[in-house]
């Protein structure tokens, strides 16, 4: 089995920071594509940030320039660190990994999710 654990969300003010962390474990062999994704109350789940196994990423447009998005492979964990944040991105974020477990069986996994809240 493999899981997603999360840490790092909690309330803060407005232009303020926050790191996420996402620790995989369990039979993993390789992890490919890690990201982080988010939804607030009402809205669909979207993307926040990605990154490849080799260091490549992306980011949405709404946090381009604010977040940025990490991994160590060794831990197997990836990270957001996220600065001047605004209260548009309240909401819950999700950690992503795409696993190749030791079996050879792939899946796309998600963490439990971890609030963000920014108060303005």
């Known amino acids: 089995q493999v899981q997603l654990v999360e840490s790092g969300g909690g309330l803060v003010q407005g232009g303020g920071s926050l790191r996420l962390s996402c620790a995989a474990s369990?039979?993993?062999?390789?992890?490919?594509?890690m990201g982080w994704y988010r939804q607030a109350p009402g809205k669909q789940r979207e993307l926040v940030a990605g990154?490849?196994?080799?260091?490549?990423?992306n980011y949405a447009d709404s946090v381009k320039g604010r977040f940025t998005i990490s991994r160590d492979n060794a831990k197997k964990t990836v990270y957001l660190e996220m600065n001047s944040l605004k209260p548009e991105d309240t909401a819950v974020y999700y950690c992503?990994?795409?696993?190749?477990?030791?079996?050879?069986?792939?899946?796309?996994?998600w963490g439990q999710g971890t609030q963000v809240t920014v108060s303005s």
């Open positions: 992503n990994a795409d696993v190749v477990r030791i079996f050879g069986q792939r899946g796309d996994y």
């Open positions: 990154i490849t196994s080799s260091g490549s990423t």
């Open positions: 369990g039979a993993i062999a390789r992890i490919n594509a």
